[in-house]
């Protein structure tokens, strides 16, 4: 059997390594934040934002930002059905509902038409829209920020898989109320696990600042002593270090990142029947994760891709489920009269015929050969 391919890992050097040793030998005591208060500072200058929150996931981000603007039971959030859960969970543990929106069937992301649609009735209820680009793609920033200032409605931008990506020169996360990022070890830079928050809204920001700290204010003079009651989703002071040597990296990471797109799609992107990631006019694509989409007619499915690529010892990962086929959303939706109505037909639709591709910054020519030999097998 030929050697295996990952989907994803992380790009480790020797940088990180004596960052991390740095951080794991000094870092203590009074010195205990030194690389936390770098990793924000490097970050926010990146990012183009004028504070930034390192936190223990991308998760852990959107929950005290959800917090802070102090949504809760009875409140609803617009997301797209095509979603990881961690882009949904931290609104049900808010105690507000979901409302799941289609997403557009060319970028995958948001669909700011269907948004519209679902503010009708709604307008005194949705407290917030969360906009996620979806594996590198930008969502339509323009039409969401215009809707958020006609309502009042914020725009919380779901940056995770969007390191990298641009809208109109603007880098992705720094355009809502608040952004979030994921430095889990697949993404494009990574401190192991970790997030960050980001916003340019003073208030906002000491408010998640206070809330990432058990709800100590930083204004407080008080030993131990809690303000209000907060959540613990501080990064460590070694992952940071491991993201400043990352961000260091940055843009050599980002660049890579787009080497291997435009390696697959030269070899994939003009076949007859497949479609892969966008880049709309006046966006910066991050191709975190490139993807693999085949027309109804060439009749590829999911689980056929997904037998093929396991057969060449190559993993790959499936396109994300609708969130509302999951069982524990189903009494929100009533998923049979949802289904038929033809509600999100394209957050349905899509991934049974879609496949995300390897995509590690060391993979090799031969490594892509391999994968793209996949769907040319399937295609003959």
């Known amino acids: 059997m030929k050697p295996h391919i990952p989907y994803c890992k992380p790009s480790i050097t020797a940088l990180e390594v004596s960052f991390a040793a740095n951080a794991t030998k000094y ?12 990793f924000e500072t490097m970050f926010k200058a990146h990012i183009g934002s004028k504070h930034a ?4 996931s991308c998760t852990g981000a959107l929950t005290l930002g959800l917090a802070a603007l102090g949504i809760g039971r009875g409140d609803e959030v617009i997301l797209a059905d095509t979603n990881w859960i961690a882009s949904c969970a931290p609104i049900v543990h808010a105690g507000a509902t979901p409302i799941f929106v289609d997403v557009d069937p060319v970028s995958w992301c948001i669909d ?16 917030a829209i969360v906009a996620t680009h979806l594996y590198g793609s930008a969502c339509n920033m323009y039409r969401l920020l215009t809707i958020s200032e006609r309502t009042g409605i914020p725009i919380i931008e779901d940056a995770a898989e969007a390191i990298g990506t641009q809208y109109f020169d603007l880098r992705a996360g720094s355009m809502g109320k608040f952004g979030v990022f994921s430095f889990h070890g697949s993404k494009t830079i990574t401190t192991g696990e970790g997030g960050m928050f980001v916003c340019n809204d003073d208030d906002l920001y000491e408010k998640v600042l206070t809330l990432s ?14 303000d209000e009651i907060g959540f613990k989703f501080k990064i460590s002071n070694v992952q940071a270090a491991i993201g400043c040597a990352q961000l ?19 070899k994939l992107g003009h076949l007859a029947g497949v479609s892969m990631n966008v880049e709309s006019e006046g966006t910066v694509n991050g191709y975190w994760m490139p993807t693999v989409v085949f027309d109804r007619k060439a009749c590829i499915t999911r689980e056929m891709l997904f037998y093929s690529f396991r ?8 396109f994300f489920h609708p969130l509302s086929s999951l069982p524990m959303f189903h009494p929100l939706t009533n998923l049979s009269n949802f289904k038929a109505a033809g509600r999100n037909r394209w957050a349905y639709d899509i991934p049974t015929r879609a496949i995300n591709l390897p995509s590690f910054n060391d993979i090799t020519e031969d490594e892509m050969d391999r994968v793209v030999d996949v769907i040319w097998g399937l295609l003959k």
């Open 112 to 127: 700011w038409t269907a948004v519209e649609h679902n503010l009708y009735g709604r307008n005194r209820r949705v407290k």
């Open 248 to 266: 260091q990296r940055i843009d050599e990471l980002i660049a890579r990142k787009r080497q291997i797109f435009e390696y697959y799609y030269e």
């Open 27 to 38: 870092g203590w005591g009074d010195r205990n934040s030194e690389w936390i208060t770098q």
């Open 213 to 226: 700290n058990h709800g100590r204010s930083r204004k407080q003079t008080k030993q131990f002593w809690p």
């Open 311 to 318: 057969e060449a010892n190559i993993d790959a990962r499936v």
């Open 53 to 56: 929150i390192a936190t223990s």
